[in-house]
């Protein structure tokens, strides 16, 4: 059964409170349901996770090399500024897709550059909690082409 690990970054355990409107009202348990009716739908297995810490999403990233089959990362600030988590991905050699609840490119030029997205199969940025079904849905499509 295909796995996928999903995995958020510092500060998205405020979704629904912090700057509501740059982020929405959806908070990251609305997320997670989504996701997971998503797997159900779609008869796969998800791994949802949260941390603040770098280091638990790399330790969530190097797990995955054996036993998930894509990775949806959703880095927030990190993603900016983390060579460790481009260095873990690049380790696994497990497809990920970078994510972004707002369009980070209609926002500050810092949020513009990604350590991530070069790695990355592909980026979805600013559909919101939309965004993560649709990761779901492109990863799904990633995974049957190969």
């Not at 405020?14 to 349901?33: C, M, N, S």
């Not at 791994?47 to 998930?68: M, P, R, T, V, Y």
């Amino acid at each position: 059964m295909t796995s996928l690990l999903i995995l958020n970054g510092p500060n998205l355990n405020l979704l629904g409170t912090r700057q509501p409107e740059i982020y929405g009202h959806v908070t990251l348990k609305d997320i997670e349901k989504l996701c997971q009716d998503k797997a159900i739908a779609s008869n796969i297995q998800i791994q949802f996770e949260q941390s603040n810490h770098k280091g638990a999403l790399i330790d969530w990233i190097q797990a995955a090399k054996s036993k998930q089959d894509g990775i949806i990362l959703n880095a927030g600030a990190y993603t900016h500024t983390s060579i460790a988590l481009f260095d873990a991905l690049t380790a696994v050699e497990v497809p990920a897709i970078e994510l972004h609840v707002s369009n980070v490119f209609s926002r500050e030029a810092f949020r513009h550059h990604s350590y991530i997205s070069n790695i990355a199969i592909g980026v979805i940025c600013g559909f919101g909690a939309a965004g993560y079904t649709l990761a779901m849905d492109a990863m799904l499509g990633h995974l049957n082409q190969s």
